[in-house]
Every structure is written in structure tokens, then in C-alpha cells.
């Protein structure tokens, strides 16, 4: 796990954005996008490249992790709508390339099964983006979710509806529900980029890279992968008990290395 801290989201961003587009440059491409409000400077910068450099995503596909069941897929704040209109509307996505959980289907179970297979047929994915809950749930793992857990339905708890509750009108209207891809979905693509932004994910941040490996913070599965970039600003750092030695080793990476 490489933890790189950074002066600002700008260049949270930055560094996120410049991850993706070597490899979406290197051919075709498989992406896994994640909703929340950290993503959404990365994707603004994707598509300023789209529209100033010529980034192209015409031979990339995309699996968003997670869905709220019961939210038809036009209503706005389905994650289908939400990733259409903050990034994929806005670049050269094939038509039929950004696939999502379907939310309002009769049978979870065989949706989610059908997702995993389309997926591993897709030849899984090579740029899992990620966000992180305050209470340290990935996609929407929540806490004691199994570390080694496949796409399901799950409840979310009430501090989640909280913190989403901004994108709705009342708390009450934010969805119980949710199919999620599961923590060992997520440990299947071959590279994870954690962003994390702000005071308010600092402790998240903290248990997941420096706490245990325990299913009370889901996010802390990502110590059992082999190639994780966690980014994150200065506020989200600030819990880290390690931050010199992770600034130090980060400041002395040779340049051909990357991330
Ligand atoms: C939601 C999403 C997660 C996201 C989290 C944090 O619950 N399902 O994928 O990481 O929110 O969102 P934000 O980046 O808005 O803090």
C-alpha cells in the first residue's frame, strides 16, 4: 500500500487523473467508477483532458461499484444518472459501455451474480476508483461486512443515509437498500485508488491504512491487496501516525516508478 499525501483535492485530483489517463492511453480498458462528491474533481479533470488533449475513453468500459435498490434508473439520483451527468455524458464512452447494478430488480441475488460474471468477462477491471465512507465503508460495505464479500444486496446504516442525505430532499427519501460489488470483488481489480479529501474522512483514513485488517472498517481490506494507491490531502492525513515517513518515501521515489 503506497499512501501519497498531497497539498490540496486539486492535486488529489491531479495525480488521480494522471493514473488513469496512462492507462486508458496504453489501449483498451477496463475502469471501475465510484460516486460520492471526492470523485468528481478527478472526472472534471478527465474530461478537461478529453476536451483539451484528445483523451479518449471510445475504447474503455466502466462498472460502477454500487447502486440504490428502488431508484429507477432515470431518477437522478440513481448512480446510473449521477455518473452519466457528472462524467461518462461527457467524454466518448461507447454507447453500452458503462455498466451499473440494476436497483429495481425483481431478483438482487441473480443481478448481482450476473454482474460479477459480466465483469470477469469484461477481463475484470484495471482501475478500481474509490471513495471512503466516514465510517469507513467502501462502495457500500458497510461496517462488518465480510472482507471476502461478492456483489449483494445490503442495508445501509443511519449515519450513511446521513451523509448522503444532501443529495436528497429529506433524509427519509435516501434509499435503506443498496447492491453493492463486495469487498472481495473489489480486491479482484488489479489496481485500487483510494481518494480522500477533508477533515471529515481523516479518522476513516487512519483506521483503514494503519488500523487493523477487521471487518468494523471495511476499508481496512485494502491492506490485503497488492497494489493500492491511497491519496489523500493534507486534512484527510492528518490522523495518520505515520505521515513523515510517508511523505519522505513518496518525496524520494525514483520518477520511472510511478504510481
Ligand atoms: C457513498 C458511495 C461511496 C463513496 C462514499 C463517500 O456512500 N457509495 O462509494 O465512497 O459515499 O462519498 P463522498 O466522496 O461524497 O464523501
Redesign the pocket.
Known sequence: MEIIILATPAVVARTAADVIEQQVRRGPTVLGL??????LHTYLELIERHREDGLSFSQTQAFL??EYVGLPTAHPQSYHSVIRAEFTGKVDFRPGSVHGLNGMADNAEAEASEYESHILAAGGVDIQI?????DG????NEPMSSLSSRTRIKTLTHQ?RQ??ARFFTHVDEVPNH?L?QGLGTIREARHLLLLATGN??AEAVAAAVEGPVAAICPASALQLHPHVSVLVDEAAASQLAHREYYSDTYGRKPAWQGL
Open positions: 465510484a460516486t460520492g462528491s471526492t470523485p461499484l454500487d474509490l471513495g471512503i465512507g466516514t465503508h467502501l462502495g457500500f450513511t451523509d448522503n443498496v453493492t471529515a474522512k
